[in-house]
């Protein structure tokens, strides 16, 4: 039996909900694509530099930065940065989580 290829667009929603085992679709795979794909667009090339988004997780948002300062940064940039968010990427983030780990 010969399966059709099916695009992308119409299945990426199901492998989203089925990788964080919900039924929902809490967080659109434009939402994920515009977060992770217009990244640096949304942040500026000097945070991009040094935060990483790692998961988008219905409205929270975990990054990892490559130094301590910028996760005390970011609470300071909290603010702006869920407005660029949702503006750049559509995605309405309302708690940016910071991991360090060195990129």
Excluded: C, N, Y
């Excluded at 695009?7 to 994920?32: F, K, N, Q, Y």
Aim: proline residues 4%; negative net charge.
């Amino acid at each position: 039996m010969t399966r059709e290829p099916v695009p992308i667009s119409d299945s990426l929603g199901s492998v989203i909900r089925s990788l964080r085992h919900e039924s929902s679709d809490a967080v659109s795979a434009t939402h994920i694509g515009g977060v992770f794909g217009r990244w640096t667009e949304a942040v500026g090339d000097a945070v991009a530099a040094h935060v990483k988004p790692v998961k988008l997780d219905g409205t929270t948002l975990v990054v990892e930065v490559d130094d301590p300062a910028w996760a005390t940064q970011l609470r300071f940039l909290e603010t702006a940065l869920k407005q660029r968010l949702l503006e750049v990427a559509g995605a309405t983030v309302e708690t940016i989580e910071a991991r360090v780990r060195r990129f």
